[in-house]
């Protein structure tokens, strides 16, 4: 039928409302749902996330399974197993099929897990693509249970079925589904790669994969050490905006706007509040923080700029560790080389704390074998969790290709078997666009990613020269020694003395000379390199 | 504090809902807010195609004034007003204050919105960035009203204040907020772009943009036609999905499957039925369809594929026409040459229909005027939206870079005063990504957009042989001419006729072997060119 020409009574008899997950139904890519290798990467991800963010928070070394089987060239089930501190029965529906609700969102944290929508999204695309619901089964040292779980795309609530308990003495999260549009290969996006990262960026966690050809591959934590935890703290009044502002002076429970910006504020003492009054003559800080308007936030967060600051707390950053890096390192890549380096914090846009964490690995396994040879290798990480796509448009890669190579050694990053391993962690990662899956290319960001990078580089171009030396120097050695027979008959005949004894005479003079423990000559090369990069700094 | 280490209980203790409002106001670079720019052209995108929609279904010429005021550097005062049929009082909160709401996103049929975000976004954004509810004023032609509107970021619900209704007799909806984190500016991602290009491609609409120095430009309208109106039509067998085929059949209200296949797709009929029946001998037609389970949805899907269909219909899809966009491109381009063309429906994923429609203007104002002077460039649409994002990745760029321009007679794309216009019209435009500003590249789009655009390219190449042609013979005209003189008096000399006979006589003889009107030589240039180009094809 033809539309006739509405007026707006009859336009607006159609007016509707939609759900969270009907709207994520239909798009499915926001949530990293796009492309059948990445949609299946995507589940293993959300369920992997949530298993080494719970085993942290419980204070657990996790020990995960993955299983990806095929049921058809696409559609594959997916098991993910922890010895987590599992998730109570009453929770258990809101946390794997709702959209939007978590432990997570609404801290000031840093956590793998930020939105509360993983799970609930990987029930919604079983649920889009296979019809399916998901098998949960969990067990919180208390009991276990076990049960379906589907979503209700048109209410976004949980459907509960099959549920069994059991006094099973079983602790941790185990969670199946059956996803279609996906695809198993063992590419740079592929849950391999991504499971092998995730082991990189988690040395104290015991990962194994099994693929759908049956193979079981294990990655042992290589680490008898928790990663040290992050603490929740306080914003800092540099990295807050009006609206944050406001928002928080609204459901605060202190009598006035002085005690709530100390109470929720690092960094805000008493005196900085007199200071304070002293530049926002118009604001009334004895007045409840409820009676806060916008043009006073607005004013608020200018002066908080115009005064000085010790800077943000860091303790709320959970890093790798360098060396838990080197080791996870040493124990996958196993290189002929390796450098690492855990930098300090840094602050993002005058407030938010962050920290690189980078490291190079060369020799050996590193790099990417291909049929053409072995190519350089970039692994970007945020909060320890692998960024498999959106690679160009990253800061890190940004940072590693603004890097003169050639001063380290490095004839052509592309050409040689070299991995840079880069972790960003932070409370807000600036993620560029909407996959989060690339750094913003913010140039304080890049600035301080290329230092971290450079540092491992330096200690790279040691080892390179070194290589280089000994190499220059043993063919040096070689070539002398084939002379030192002939020298020393002509010699012998020349003074008469005994030919043995003038030709260990010298070869212990060339070796002496060609020591091949011998560094002066690299020593000064590095030197010379150090302060070349420093003015590239 | 530090986080304790806890048990599940602990950690379920924090467990929280969040609303969707609250999502996007964490992640408003979805709904296009990134970047100070962007931002700024999305809430003025937004704004508009809402505008060009409900006049479009209520059946008005749309006038639309747009008009940018900069408050400060990095905030703007936006207001858009429109003739159009109004929003009645009771729906206006839902329809500009409240995300995943409207008239549009549950109906199969070719609109710009469709997802029920787009004005509640500016919302939301303008509540983010500045705290200030936007102001609305709009009248159905039975009184009028005007008013403030919030949005309740924790309830995704709208807040209504300052509540004034008039007798006034005004019939439109006028919106206007006011937005931070933006910035005005002359780019190709810019205002002034994207209402360049919408009104290139709505020439049924006259848009007025009134920009921060004060500068007025209207694009009047050019044509005196309405766009043909789209038809809602029922999807087609090849076009669905298996959870789509379930859903629809769990809300039919028709008595068995038979009849809901019937009247809920376009193209089957009982005797197709009975083909399906042949086919899928498992499944009983006769049963009610909120009995049909997934396998079954899964398995007719498949049957789907495997009989022959009638292709869809066409006559959702709503296109600028051709003689409309040469108008347009004629009116705002003013190129020396143009050329249009609307291509015939064709089919996407076997049951998804498109339209493509391309221009190419060549001279003139054509061409994108840069420092080094005039570069090719291309102008994207989808649905009649501009898209100014993300060119790289999108199909229709992909298309135009595709085709060798040489054999068209342009030698440099990027060097010469062309612009291509392409517009993709579909109910489902398989966007790239999540900015919906890119075309997928998928081949089977790709391909049928080289088509429209060398159709296009070959009449340029004849207009581009011709000035070449005329060119030539020009200057060899004049340069035989040149010689008529000296000829005229030698041979007078020789035969003693009269010189300014024999001039005149050879003047002729030259003129009519230099015809300009003469044109054989093009033609047969041209014919040549075709049948290369079908080679491409």
Redo the contacts between chains.
């Keep these: 039928?033809?539309?006739e020409?509405?007026?707006?009574?009859e336009?607006?008899k159609?007016?509707?409302?939609?759900?969270?997950t009907?709207?994520f139904?239909?798009?499915s890519?926001?949530l990293g749902y796009?492309g059948k290798v990445r949609s299946l990467t995507t589940v293993v991800h959300e369920y992997v996330a949530n298993s080494l963010d719970?085993c942290e928070?419980?204070?657990i070394f996790p020990e995960i399974s993955v299983e990806v089987k095929e049921v058809n060239e696409s559609r594959h089930l997916v098991t993910v197993t922890d010895n987590g501190?599992?998730?109570?029965q009453k929770?258990i529906g809101?946390?794997l099929a709702?959209i939007?609700?978590?432990?997570?969102?609404?801290?000031y944290?840093q956590q793998r897990g930020q939105?509360?929508?993983g799970a609930g999204g990987c029930t919604l695309f079983a649920?889009?693509?296979?019809?399916?619901p998901i098998h949960a089964r969990s067990g919180?040292?208390k009991g276990s249970f076990e049960c379906d779980i589907a979503i209700d795309?048109k209410t976004n609530k949980p459907l509960i079925t099959n549920m069994k308990t059991t006094l099973e003495d079983f602790r941790g999260t185990s969670v199946s589904g059956e996803f279609g549009d996906t695809k198993y290969e063992r590419s740079d996006h592929g849950v391999f790669e991504y499971v092998k990262r995730t082991a990189l960026s988690n040395p104290h966690a015991t990962i194994k994969l099994i693929e759908p050809d049956g193979k079981e591959t294990v990655f042992p934590r290589s680490v008898n050490e928790m990663p040290k935890?992050?603490?929740?703290t306080k914003p800092h009044p540099l990295g807050i905006?009006?609206?944050d502002l406001?928002?928080f002076a609204h459901v605060t429970d202190k009598g006035n706007i002085s005690s709530f910006l100390m109470e929720s504020f690092s960094r805000v003492s008493a005196a900085k509040i007199d200071e304070l009054r002293g530049i926002a003559k118009d604001i009334n800080f004895d007045k409840k923080p409820r009676e806060l308007t916008?043009p006073e936030?607005?004013k608020l967060v200018e002066v908080f700029k115009s005064v000085k600051w010790i800077a943000p707390e860091t303790d709320s950053l959970s890093v790798i560790g360098a060396a838990q890096m080197e080791t996870a390192m040493l124990n996958i890549i196993n290189p002929q080389f390796i450098s690492v380096t855990e930098r300090k914090p840094k602050i993002f846009k005058g407030g938010i704390p962050f920290v690189v964490e980078a490291g190079i690995a060369y020799g050996g396994d590193a790099g990417k074998k291909t049929e053409e040879g072995t190519k350089g290798t970039i692994m970007r990480f945020a909060n320890k969790v692998p960024l498999l796509f959106d690679g160009s448009v990253c800061a890190i890669t940004e940072a590693v290709n603004q890097i003169q190579w050639k001063r380290y050694g490095i004839r052509d990053f592309g050409d040689e078997p070299i991995s840079v391993f880069v972790n960003i962690s932070s409370v807000y990662i600036p993620y560029n666009?909407?996959?989060k899956q690339a750094v913003s290319q913010e140039p304080e960001i890049i600035e301080e990613l290329k230092l971290g990078i450079m540092e491992c580089a330096r200690k790279l171009q040691i080892h390179i020269n070194k290589q280089r030396n000994m190499h220059v120097r043993e063919s040096r050695y070689k070539t002398i020694m084939r002379y030192v027979g002939q020298l020393a008959a002509d010699l012998s005949d020349i003074t008469g003395e005994n030919k043995g004894q003038i030709e260990s005479s010298l070869k212990h003079i060339v070796e002496s000379k060609y020591d091949m423990g011998k560094e002066d000559a690299d020593e000064e090369a590095v030197e010379s390199a150090s302060s070349d990069s420093s003015a590239e700094e």
């Design positions: 039928m033809a539309i020409e509405k007026n707006a009574d336009i607006f159609e007016f509707k409302e939609q759900s969270i009907q709207f139904r239909k798009n890519q926001m796009s719970a928070e419980a204070g501190p599992g998730i109570p929770h809101k946390a709702s939007l609700s978590g432990t997570k969102f609404h801290r944290l939105q509360g929508i649920a889009i693509t296979t019809g399916k919180t040292g795309i935890r992050p603490k929740q905006n009006a609206r406001l928002d916008w936030a607005e666009g909407i996959g």
